[in-house]
């Protein structure tokens, strides 16, 4: 897929959003992204995190991301109480609802009140956000997911590959739970949703952002510990060590 040069540059960086001191230890990262405007040298930090569904995680969080810089964050499983979404003092990409048999499953928190973005809600569901993000004049198209396991893997990727045809930007960042395993992202093995991402992905001219084999979740139950690699956050060509 063709890609038009634009003045941005993107790297791996850590989230540094994390889930110490959570109930049962538990908590998600995944790598994250700084988007570099070199005009005005400032770096969009986006980090990606799993919050557990946990009142604590999401306050531990959003304290994360205002110390460190942090501009946009893409949740999954956020904590949203009775309400069934997210409620918190930043403004929250995500879908409008209160029907708590369907609560919000991700969002995205803009903690910069300086970022400008575009939201379409027609695609904003519980579980997918797409929207658009403009720095220094040019468009970043972000999506973020939660992947249902039981959910059909195929289902999810037509929706992802339409909404990326319909934000029509060349530069985009997905970032998301997808409960799979591959190799491309650190796991010892590939399962059958980890393949089917993996080829969806590469058909996409999507680079996957996270490196080594370092676990993106954590839990300790009981006397035993947990780990996973099931977050990851990959981007377009332009977005790739400009």
Same mark, same amino acid.
């Given at each position: 897929?063709? $890609?038009?040069?634009?003045?941005?540059?993107?790297?791996?960086?850590?989230?540094?959003?994390?889930?110490? &001191?959570?109930?049962? /230890?538990?908590?998600? $990262?995944? #790598?994250?992204?700084?988007?570099?405007?070199?005009?005005?040298?400032? @770096?969009?930090?986006?980090?990606?995190? !799993?919050?557990?569904?946990?009142?604590?995680?999401? /306050?531990?969080?959003? =304290?994360?991301?205002?110390?460190?810089?942090?501009?946009?964050?893409?949740?999954?499983?956020?904590? *949203?109480?009775?309400? @069934?979404?997210?409620?918190?003092?930043?403004?929250?990409?995500? #879908? /409008?609802?209160?029907?708590?048999?369907?609560?919000? #499953?991700?969002?995205?928190?803009?903690?910069?009140?300086? *970022?400008?973005?575009?939201?379409?809600?027609?695609?904003? $569901?519980?579980? +997918?956000?797409?929207?658009?993000?403009? +720095?220094?004049?040019?468009? *970043?198209?972000? +999506? !973020?997911?939660?992947?249902?396991?039981?959910?059909?893997?195929?289902?999810?990727?037509?929706?992802?590959? !339409?909404?990326?045809?319909?934000?029509?930007?060349?530069?985009?960042?997905?970032?998301?739970?997808?409960?799979? =395993?591959?190799?491309?992202?650190?796991?010892?093995?590939?399962?059958?949703?980890?393949?089917?991402?993996?080829?969806?992905?590469?058909?996409?001219?999507?680079?996957?952002?996270?490196? &080594? =084999?370092?676990? $993106?979740?954590?839990?300790?139950?009981?006397?035993?510990?947990?780990?996973?690699?099931?977050?990851?956050?990959?981007?377009?060509?332009?977005?790739?060590? =400009?």
């Amino acid at each position: 897929m063709p $890609t038009v040069p634009i003045p941005l540059i993107a790297r791996n960086a850590r989230s540094g959003v994390n889930g110490t &001191g959570l109930p049962e /230890q538990l908590f998600h $990262t995944a #790598k994250g992204t700084e988007v570099f405007s070199q005009k005005h040298s400032r @770096a969009i930090k986006i980090a990606q995190v !799993n919050l557990g569904r946990r009142y604590a995680a999401l /306050q531990e969080c959003l =304290k994360t991301a205002e110390s460190q810089g942090i501009a946009i964050i893409l949740v999954q499983e956020p904590y *949203v109480g009775a309400k @069934a979404h997210v409620t918190c003092r930043h403004r929250v990409i995500q #879908k /409008q609802t209160n029907d708590t048999q369907k609560p919000v #499953k991700s969002a995205v928190i803009v903690v910069d009140s300086s *970022v400008q973005y575009t939201v379409n809600p027609d695609i904003i $569901t519980e579980n +997918i956000d797409a929207c658009k993000f403009k +720095i220094c004049n040019h468009y *970043v198209a972000i +999506i !973020n997911i939660y992947m249902e396991e039981a959910q059909d893997v195929e289902q999810d990727l037509r929706i992802i590959s !339409n909404y990326r045809n319909i934000l029509d930007s060349e530069n985009i960042i997905i970032g998301g739970d997808l409960n799979a =395993k591959s190799p491309w992202w650190g796991c010892d093995v590939e399962d059958r949703r980890g393949t089917a991402i993996s080829e969806s992905f590469a058909q996409l001219e999507l680079h996957i952002l996270n490196t &080594g =084999k370092t676990p $993106t979740f954590w839990a300790h139950r009981g006397n035993r510990d947990y780990t996973s690699i099931v977050d990851v956050t990959a981007c377009s060509n332009g977005l790739l060590n =400009k």
